[in-house]
């Protein structure tokens, strides 16, 4: 299985400055077969870079869309119009859930929308520091897998990626607290058990699964050896073009 080492750009880099990480990244790193390199940065970017990018080195992700095609939808973009502009979309994110008040009804929708217009969703899930502290976090899991994944069929489910991103764990403006390799296997392994019960064992042993949340070049290969991740997302270390690749590489050697 591939390994996917996903860059969530977040709002950060204005158009001129994408395209130069772009160009740097691109003279750095080979191309892999067994690493698939993502980048996703801001909405504005995406159409330019979509004509930059060297589709055999890396792929590009929009951080979010909604799930209308088209319409009376003032500020949004749609799937359809993201077609042929990137292969995934990040779904779900709790700045998202949390910051835009998106909740799993909505999230359903467009992780439906995503798949109906050729898009990988990567549908992202994770408790809340509150919700770890009161012994919730497998209700939480189990609760946003079903709801985003209400709408797809078993026939789809393999165009979908999930990503555990502890809300704890992400950096945002506090002092990073750490996932232990522990916290993400028993997160895995619950993840891989819900999938089996709505899907089958086969598709919970072949969906790909990321970790993040404060992931950097010294805990990346950690969590890359935990069973069952399959690659990592990040925010702050994909700001950075040599932490990015040193991850990049790291993903490289430990899954070869
Ligand atoms: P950090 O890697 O900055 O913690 O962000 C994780 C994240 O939210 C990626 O989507």
């Known amino acids: 299985m591939k390994t996917y080492i996903v860059g969530n750009w977040k709002l950060n880099f204005n158009v001129g400055e994408s395209s130069i990480y772009l160009h740097k990244l691109q003279k750095k790193i080979p191309i892999c077969r067994n690493v698939e390199v993502v980048i996703a940065p801001s909405t504005i970017a995406l159409q330019p870079l979509s004509l930059q990018i060297d589709r055999h080195k890396m792929k590009l992700a929009a951080q979010n869309a909604f799930y209308r095609d088209y319409g009376a939808f003032t500020g949004e973009t749609s799937f359809t119009q993201l077609r042929g502009v990137v292969d995934y979309c990040i779904i779900g994110h709790s700045e998202r859930r949390y910051i835009f008040d998106e909740d799993d009804k909505m999230i359903e929708k467009k992780v439906a929308a995503a798949v109906r217009n050729k898009i990988t969703p990567i549908l992202c899930i994770g408790e809340t520091e509150s919700e770890r502290a009161f012994g919730e976090t497998a209700d939480v899991i189990r609760d946003q897998l079903l709801g985003g994944l209400r709408d797809v069929s ?47 064992k086969k ?23 935990v069973p069952g991740v399959n690659g990592l997302l990040m925010g702050g270390s994909s700001l950075i073009l040599s932490e990015f690749v040193d991850i990049i590489d790291i993903a490289k050697r430990v899954k070869s």
């Open 203 to 225: 598709v919970a042993e072949e969906l790909p699964v990321l970790f993040g949340g404060s992931v950097n070049p010294s805990n990346a290969g950690g969590y890359l050896t």
């Open 154 to 200: 078993e026939e789809d489910i393999d165009k979908v990626i999930i990503a555990y991103e502890p809300v704890w764990a992400i950096s945002s403006t506090k002092a990073a607290k750490y996932a232990s390799p522990y916290d993400v296997a028993d997160a895995i392994k619950l993840i891989r058990s819900t999938i089996e019960e709505l899907y089958d």
